[in-house]
């Protein structure tokens, strides 16, 4: 049909991930895992189209998301890729508020797309695993504390032994700066956002070039360097006397949200209160969360998120205040593959390679479907071929089991079942057969 | 922040599916049953990026694919959106050629996109779940009875009752067009393609229209009329004394397939030779396979698929025939909807609903822990109210039980589970909630 010229490169663009299925087996298993603990925690599914019309996935506008934006034209419509989960929640919430149940839990596992400058670890098509909590004009602060537990239980449930889950008020931030008379905190925000990063004679270099006071920095500088357990921090927090509303408000909602956190079950070594913590510069209202591996820093915040004041406040008037947070899996994994902790043998999903020999595929198939009627993932080898190539194929699959059926095995109504990783091959009836494998 | 004027009218475009949580736990649960079966019978894995090359979507190029696919630039590049999985498929397995196991068994399920006029029922944005099996040169007959168990095994599972897998093969057509000495079979395929539809009379008229000799005509609808038992029509069409290699061929690997299927363990009412099966007109090249619920025949095939040649040979040199299987959800699911099939109530993933009266949070959260502990989905209503609030939220949800944490069962340490459907409540000790729950 083709010659030699019509041949296209097989290729995929730069940015995107692909696995090998024995990869995408265990980034499965992730996904299963985070879905699983959702619905643990009473969150409901919702999908939302990939595609959404420019104007309502731009309605915040601004910044980097008009830059990094897929967007197209398809007709007259203008068109565009969603670039994050949170914004298709808004228009959703917003669009079908008269059918929902408020508060409104629920998770969202999809693709997103970002058009960034290609770079090692970065991606322009990625998973996100969100859950928000949903409140039609009020939402409980204790929901703020439920949140560190769901993202404990996961983590747990991921495989992951030492993590810590950091935990910040931005009212505290924000009344701190009104103390300090500080109108435009932004950029001493960004400043203090890197401090894991850069250190403290850094930040303290960054403030004196953005103008501030000796006495103003010294402030600031104390008031990240507020160390100790987290009852501490709360203390010395308190003991700065900061008359201004917002800030005694934050320190409420942060001593209450640390109080239940620990009656949700979250071990103190999984979380702490961290006054550096800042999140998404004017998203973000109260609660902030990040999450960090402790033996691997440099992977940055595995799950991050926080509270806001309105979702939706572009698509309704309702007042629509939440609690949520997101794990971008495809990062995760890169990461966690990077840092060679994702093991790649015994991922395989198919339990037993039944291999008939010449003559035996009508008993063989028969057997197969036995197996698979107790639910049992089960392929037949089906291709002709001499008996090693059909061994190395369960080998190459890291299929555990082998299953060998021919005339021996016919004959006494026992099947050897060969150990693929020991090698150990034993004789079973069909209920010792059933019995072992269904285990 | 915003004022009226800014406010975006929250909506979707036209052709996008998105349900409310109870639909979409629904869908899930279809979504998750294809998967499962999927993976009973040995299919791997695989996830493809959404966005591809152009020139990768388009290599084959023509037809209808060119005018509906979504394609758009991104700086240089001309970028467009997958119409279908088994063109990414071909991409991945020429591309991975040498990473893989061969026969490769690969699974996936993904949305894809066709800008098609939009119109009921019709979508721009769908699921499709595909399975395949690629050979490395060759890929043995017994595969192509194999998948007719698992479309039999996947839609038992979906709950459906009376259903009929229709197997026919394309070489039988072509053999039959070549004793007939018809070059271009094309229309007269495409006729045929319609006969349930239009039925036999408009079928023949059709054919006249083509200019066809009425003898011609004749052997035809003779052939197209062939009825009876599945064995029958394999003996009327063996005494047809067609003598050309591709129809007894084609007769041959039906006899197998028909054969085998049997083996397989589907049941003869759930599938039929049918010899006017012709499925899309160049791309299978024998067994093809469509699926019709028996009730609902209006709804067209559930499933459908086949055997081809070669799957890549836009990409790669390498001869991969396959034969594969797509079952596309999001249509299904909108048509059961439609014909009231599919029932939205007890669909809760949420098993109990904690309500802590005033003063027992702290408790209520103990006893949600335990729960959750015992893998059991739990929700804590966390929000103030009174409690008539929180009942009729469970029921609105369809929570099947909620769990009353006050002075009274505190003091009795036995605690009111409520089944809200029967209104029955019961005083029950932690042990016996457990117990209970999680059976």
Redesign the interface.
Known sequence: ??N?N????????PG??????SE??L??KMLDTIRYNY????F??????????A??LL?KGGGETEKQI?R???GD?D?A?RFDLTVPLA??V???FS???F?F??YHIG?V?R?EKAQRGRF??FYQCDIDII?NE???I??DA?IP?IIY?TFKDLGFKSFTIKINNRKILKGFFKHLKILDSTEILRTIDKLEKIGLNKVEEELKEQGLEKEIIREILEFIQISGTNEEKLKKLNSLEIENDIFKEGLNELKTVNY?VK???VPEENYMIDLTIVRGLDYYTGTVYETFLDDYPNIGSICSGGRYD?L??????QKLPGVGISIGLTRLFYQLNEANLIKFEDSS??KV?VIPMKGY??QA??IA?LL?DE??????Y???GKVGKKFS?AD??GIPYTLIIGEEEIKQERYSLRNMETGKQEMLSIEELLLFLNK
Chains 1, 2 share one sequence.
């Open positions: 049909m083709t030699d019509d041949i296209v490169k097989p290729s995929i663009l995107f991930m692909e696995l090998l299925p995408q087996i980034f499965n619905e643990k925690f009473g409901l599914p919702i999908d939302t189209p990939v595609i959404e019309r104007e309502i309605a897929y197209f034209k398809k419509t068109l890729l228009r959703y917003a669009q079908h059918e929902l149940t508060p839990k629920r693709k797309y058009g322009r098509e409140g009020k939402l409980d204790i929901n439920e537990s239980s239940y009656a949700f079950g309105n939706a406040e572009y698509y309704t008037k999903l198919t390679l595929l009508d198939i028969k479907n698979r639910d049992i993932n089960t392929q037949i089906l291709e002709k194929y190459k699959l």
